[in-house]
C-alpha cells in the first residue's frame, strides 16, 4: 500500500478512534474510556512518528515548504503534550471530556496540515516510490510499538495473527541468540544494547521526548529565557500529578524585586525545554506574552479545581 492511502486510512481512524472515546463509558471493560484512550494515545503517538521520520524530512528540505514543516512538528508537539496532560485519572469527569474535545479539534486541523503537505508531495513522487515509502512508514510505525505489552488491539495491525506468530517466533531466536551469547562469552551484552538504542530505551520509558533527569531539589532556582533569550524569571518548584506520578507543571516565579511583588505562572512541564548553552529552561512563549499568562499571586494557590482555568493553561501555550 503507498504512502498516502497509509496516512488517509490513519487519519481517518484516528479521528473515529476520538469519537469512540467519547462514546465510552465506565468500568474495565475493553469498551471502557481508559481503554479507548490508551488505543487512541497510543496509535496517534506512532501516526505522528512516522510522519516526523518518512514525510518530513525531505519536505523540510524544500523551500516552498519548509515553513509549513516547522508548523506541523510544532502542531505535533503540542498534541503529545496534551495527550500526557490526559493521561491521568478521572476520564468520565466534564472537565476531562472537554479537554478531550479539544484535542480531537487539534487533530482535526492537524490532520488538513497534512494534506496540505501532501498534496505538495505527491506530485514529486511517482506510484513505485509511493510503494516504498509506505514500507518505510509501516516500519517507522512498528518500530514504536512498546516492547513490554503486545496488545494487538493497540497496534492497529491488519495481519495481526500472521504478525503476531513472527513475533514470537522471532522473540524466541533473539532469546536463543542472547542466551549463547553470555554462553560462550560469560559477557552481558544488555547494557551495550540499550547504550546504543536510545530510541528504544525512549520507548520502554513511554515517552516521545528526550529523557533527562534532574533532582527536584535542583529545579528550584533554575533561570527560565523566554523563546527569544530574554530571561523571564526562575523556576520556584514543580507540581506532581499524584495519580501518574509525571511532572504536571512548573511554578515560575516573574516579576518584582527580590520576590517581593512577583506574580507565579504555572507553566505545563512540556513547554520548557532545558538548553544547555544558556543553562536554563527555554519557553515557548517570549517575555511580552507571558505578561498575559494565568497566573496566581505568592499567598494563593492556582485554581486547578477549575475547569475553566485548567483549559485556560492548556489554550494559552498551545502553539498557533
Known sequence: MDIWTQIANDHTELKALGADVLAAVGGNGPASRDNQYDVFDTKL???????????????????????????????????????????????????????????????????????????????????????????????????????????????????????????????????????????????????????????DFELRLQTDETVRLIASDKVGGTKVVSVDGETVGKVTSF????????????????GGVMGVGSSYFPLPWPVLEYDVDVDAYRLSVTKEQLSGAPRFEKDDSPEFDSTAYRQKLLVFYRPE
Open 45 to 199: 503517538r506512532r501516526h505522528l512518528a512516522a510522519i516526523e521520520d518518512v514525510v518530513l524530512p525531505p519536505l523540510e528540505k524544500q523551500a516552498d515548504t519548509s515553513a509549513s514543516v516547522h508548523e506541523v512538528e510544532q502542531h505535533h508537539k503540542a498534541m503529545r503534550r496534551d495527550l500526557s496532560a490526559l493521561d491521568r485519572a478521572g476520564k468520565q469527569d466534564p472537565e476531562w471530556t472537554k479537554e478531550f474535545e479539544i484535542v480531537t479539534q487539534q487533530l482535526e486541523k492537524l490532520c488538513g496540515r497534512h494534506e496540505v503537505l501532501i498534496g505538495k508531495a505527491r506530485p514529486l513522487v511517482n506510484d513505485g516510490e509511493g510503494e516504498t515509502l509506505g514500507e518505510k512508514y509501516t516500519r517507522a510505525k512498528l518500530k514504536r510499538i512498546p516492547g513490554g505489552s503486545w496488545d494487538w488491539n493497540k497496534i492497529g495491525i491488519g495481519a495481526g495473527a500472521a504478525l503476531g506468530i513472527a513475533a514470537v517466533a522471532g522473540a524466541a531466536a533473539a532469546g536463543a541468540k542472547y542466551k549463547k551469547r553470555i554462553d560462550e562469552t560469560g559477557e552481558d551484552p544488555f547494557w551495550k544494547r540499550r547504550s546504543r538504542d536510545a530510541d
Open 239 to 254: 507540581m506532581v500529578d499524584k495519580y501518574t506520578g509525571r511532572v504536571a507543571y512548573a511554578v515560575l516565579q516573574f
